[in-house]
């Protein structure tokens, strides 16, 4: 597509339940990126994939958290048992390699109440 | 350890030049980035430095110098749309190129 597309853009969630965000990003693009940004903080590193190599989970911040990507297209993060702590803005980019810059989608606002 | 820094705030009048700094101390160093994002919209990138030295686009320019761990982003000419926070983000290198963000620097430009 054009651009980094997320699904959904919103999400209201109970706490608790888990919750699956998804990430298209732009085609050809090797490289994609999870960012957490709660409200007027800056853009906090979750995960990155890079082709076929082993993703740098470093960023996750609990079991909780898990993403995959399947090849070189759509991410899925998904997050178990969600608190209100994790209420935020999920900042998804992809990047042509690792040599490029990053394009952002427009994120998934998710509110756990 | 990763740290990045930059101002906070900043107020601009439209019309004139300002510089927002940032310095940093990362454990790799695979470019500096700079992003645009305006309250409630997604990052745009505005410009990209890997070596030491001056980038110019247009009204935007942006420095590096590596040995000091400092780079700035200067914007000239303001315009009212230039309001939004300014992202100084660190690549790193050695297996994973992950960029590193600070936490933004909100710059208001008034009339």
């Known amino acids: 597509g054009a651009g980094v597309s997320q699904s959904p853009s919103n999400k209201v969630t109970e706490k608790g339940k888990d919750v699956e965000l998804r990430c298209d990003p732009i085609s050809g693009h090797t490289a994609l990126y999870w960012y957490r940004q709660r409200l007027g903080q800056g853009l906090e590193f979750l995960i990155y994939?890079?082709?076929?190599?082993?993703?740098?989970k470093s960023g996750l911040p609990s079991d909780r958290f898990s993403a995959e990507r399947t090849g070189e297209s759509v991410s899925t993060l998904t997050i178990q048992r969600t608190q209100q702590e994790d209420s935020a803005v999920y900042l998804c980019?992809?990047?042509?390699?690792?040599?490029?810059?990053?394009?952002f989608g427009q994120g998934t606002r998710l509110t756990v109440v | 350890g990763q740290n990045i820094d930059q101002p906070t705030e900043m107020t601009a009048t439209e019309g004139a030049i300002v510089q927002i700094n940032c310095t940093y101390q990362?454990?790799?160093?695979?470019?500096l980035f700079w992003y645009q994002q305006h309250a409630g919209e997604a990052p745009t990138f505005l410009s990209y430095n890997v070596l030491d030295g001056l980038e110019e686009k247009g009204r935007f320019s942006s420095f590096l110098s590596r040995s000091k761990g400092y780079s700035y982003l200067l914007l000239k000419e303001l315009q009212m749309k230039d309001s939004a926070s300014y992202l100084c983000?660190?690549?790193?290198?050695?297996?994973?190129?992950?960029?590193?963000f600070g936490t933004g620097t909100r710059l208001k430009v008034l009339a």
């Open positions: 994939f890079q082709g076929n190599s082993a993703p740098d």
């Open positions: 990362t454990s790799g160093f695979n470019g």
């Open positions: 980019a992809s990047s042509l390699d690792y040599d490029s810059e990053a394009f």
């Open positions: 983000a660190v690549r790193g290198n050695s297996g994973t190129y992950k960029y590193i």
